[in-house]
C-alpha cells in the first residue's frame, strides 16, 4: 500500500471538511473548529456535535497535517490555534484531527 503524502492528505481533509460544511447550508468553514485530540475527546466530540470529520494520520505527520491545515484555511489563526508541539502529542496521546462546528449540536 502506497502512503499518500502529507500535503495531500491536508487537501483531502479540507475537501472533505468544506464538502461536509456545505452540504448542512454553510458556504465557508467560518465557525468551525479544529482540534487534535485522543480517542476518549474524539467520541466526546461525536456524541456532542453533529458532523464531524476526522483523520487519524500516522502519529509523525499529525502536526504536520494540523498545520497544513491551518495554512489553508482562510480563517484568523486564533480561532484554531491550540499550541500543539510534539512532546504535546506525544504525552498526550494524541491521535486525531477533528472538525466541527459548535453551533450544530446532535
Known amino acids: 500500500m502506497t502512503t499518500k503524502s502529507v500535503e495531500s492528505q491536508a487537501r483531502e481533509y479540507l475537501y472533505d471538511v468544506k464538502n461536509c460544511a456545505s452540504e448542512y ?3 465557508t468553514l ?3 473548529e479544529f482540534n487534535l485530540v485522543t ?4 467520541t466526546k466530540l461525536e456524541k456532542t456535535y453533529y458532523p ?4 487519524r494520520p500516522a502519529k509523525e505527520a499529525l502536526l504536520e ?3 497544513l491545515v491551518k495554512s489553508k484555511i482562510l480563517l484568523p489563526a486564533g480561532s484554531i490555534d491550540n499550541g500543539f508541539d510534539m512532546s504535546t502529542i506525544t ?3 494524541v491521535a486525531y ?3 466541527f462546528n459548535p453551533k450544530l449540536h446532535r
Open 91 to 93: 504525552n498526550k496521546d
Open 52 to 55: 464531524t470529520v476526522s483523520a
Open 25 to 27: 447550508g454553510q458556504s
Open 65 to 67: 497535517l494540523f498545520n
Open 30 to 32: 467560518e465557525g468551525w
Open 97 to 99: 484531527l477533528i472538525a
Open 39 to 42: 480517542d476518549v475527546e474524539k
